[in-house]
């Protein structure tokens, strides 16, 4: 399983090759040890955003920039982006990527905090996408208030679905979401096995 993993994984890095502006954010997302996505992923976040046509996105953890290039590349071009990090200084180096990568200020909105403490104040279906890459324990809750920001036809991402992990929290974590997003009709599910694994889930139009 990991194996076929890791040859899904580098055919995407291969399909979506970054260029200087995500190359950089990269590499201070490493040295800062802010697990930023791989290209399969952000390709994967890009496509997700121009289908949705996305005006309004949340994410939740900053990579130091990198998720949030995808996205922003992928959006409608006056989208805002509202990132949520529990790290200020993740998020200076966001805007930092931002800014190199040619985005103007306005397109995004930074907001320093844990998630379940910010994501409440968010406004009910106000939203295209919420992308969420941060305690995966904390997915249930993530995806809860995801479908109170979604309008109909919004998309919910959950990175790291296929990451292997000793922590036995995170892993329920992963497993409950999918369990709910499964038994739950009004949600249209998909797994894409690419970099770590991308659990996604569309609110029904209807």
């Known amino acids: 399983m990991e194996a076929a993993i890791n040859e899904v994984q580098t055919y995407g890095e291969w399909l979506s090759p970054e260029d200087e502006p995500l190359r950089e954010a990269r590499r201070l997302g490493e040295e800062?040890?802010?697990d930023p996505i791989g290209p399969g992923c952000g390709a994967a976040l890009r496509l997700l955003a121009s289908l949705v046509n996305a005006r309004t996105v949340v994410e939740i953890g900053s990579g130091c920039g990198v998720s949030g290039i995808w996205l922003l590349r992928g959006m409608?071009?006056?989208?805002?982006?509202t990132s949520v990090d529990v790290e200020p200084e993740n998020q200076r180096l966001a805007k930092m990527a931002y800014?190199?990568?040619?985005f103007?200020?306005?397109r995004t909105r930074m907001i320093s905090g844990r998630a379940l403490d910010v994501l409440p104040r968010l406004t009910d279906a106000a939203y295209d996408l919420v992308f969420?890459?941060?305690v995966r324990r904390e997915y249930p809750d993530y995806l809860a208030a995801a479908l109170r920001l979604l309008r109909?036809?919004?998309v919910v991402v959950f990175d790291d679905a296929l990451r292997p992990t000793s922590d036995t929290a995170d892993a329920e974590g992963?497993?409950?979401t999918a369990r709910l997003i499964a038994e739950d009709d009004s949600l249209i599910p998909l797994l894409l096995p690419v970099g770590n694994g991308l659990l996604i889930a569309q609110k029904n139009r209807g």
Do not use: I, K, R, Y
């Open 32 to 34: 800062f040890s802010a």
């Open 76 to 81: 409608h071009p006056q989208g805002v982006l």
């Open 99 to 102: 800014s190199d990568a040619g």
């Open 104 to 106: 103007a200020a306005g």
């Open 132 to 134: 969420c890459d941060a």
């Open 152 to 154: 109909p036809g919004g």
């Open 174 to 176: 992963v497993e409950t």
